[in-house]
């Protein structure tokens, strides 16, 4: 870790927390994970397996897609917000700790109106991540960085070095979807365990809308989100040493609206059978393997969430079409509560373009 390091000294070199190691080495864990979810009678695959390196620049191009509007109105609300955003969370000067920080790019654009002492980012891609905050580090030098490679969807042990007040957990792009809502609540509770008074929560929650709207971005006609899919096998078959063929396998993507979910799953064109080396699982025809729930919550529900997690939402800013919400959540108690606050002016493709 490097403090307020000159941008002319050489590459500033950033501690690398990895995960506490844990009985049995992660890779074991994940290839356990992988055989269980193939055996289930239900197969499923986690969507953690997305991220390898080829995964993580199909979701890139994902965000680009016309379709998949969610990334662009939370950029266009995060722009259009950041000063309210900064002084709803008053954690000016304190530690910004970025979940799922990716390249950390999103949080970055934030800096200027947050102001954080310490940015702290935790993502699985570890070697991705430790890269992009080098080069982060030496635009922001004042800012003390620290990355830690770990799977946020265990509990969170951060190093003793953190900050512990005015601590902001970012955590955007709607992944908390990614959790059903049981999961998400004790993920959020395990989040308010990490912070005080001073401390808050931001989160992307993308919102329920028409069900056209929604499968659209999941199932766009360029067939971004069905490689990105498929992709996942070959991850599988690298970590297992089985014997996926992509060609038989479609891209399946629908609104649950029961579930208030997008589903993806991959669909077997024929009867299969799938070799590893310590087993085999056939499928027949039409059968599929369960890859990712994305949940859409409708604003209330999501305040309700926060509520059985020991959570509370401070404000909520959302763009004109009530499509996507950037919520800032506390401890229940912690501060005054307030309601959604007026729609930002632009919705987000129309925002987005004027830049
Ligand atoms: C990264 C989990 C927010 O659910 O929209 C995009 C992943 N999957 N297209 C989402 C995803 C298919 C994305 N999250």
Known sequence: MLRSTPVTTKLPVIDLERAAPEVGSPADADRDALLAGLRAPRAWIAPKFFYDALGSTLFDAITELDEYYLTRTERAILRAREREIAAASGCDGGTLIDLGAGNGEKAASLFAALRPREYVAVDISVDYMHHSLEVLQRRFPGIVMTDIGADIARPLVLPAHIGRTRRLFFYPGSSIGNFVPDQAQRFLAGLGAHVDDTGALLIGVDLVKDAATLQAAYDDPLGVTAAFNLNVLRRVNRIIGSDFVLADWRHV??????????????????????????????????????????????????????????????ACWTDERQWFAVVLARRSGARRRSDCGEPTPDDGGAADQKR
């Open 253 to 314: 993507a629908f609104f649950d609206a029961a579930h208030s979910r997008i589903e993806m799953h991959l669909e077997a064109r024929r009867a299969v059978c799938v070799r590893w080396a310590s087993g085999e699982r056939r499928f027949a025809a039409g059968e599929r393997i369960h890859t990712e729930n994305s949940y859409k919550y409708p604003l209330e529900a999501f305040a309700a969430l926060l509520g059985r997690a020991g959570l509370e939402q401070h």
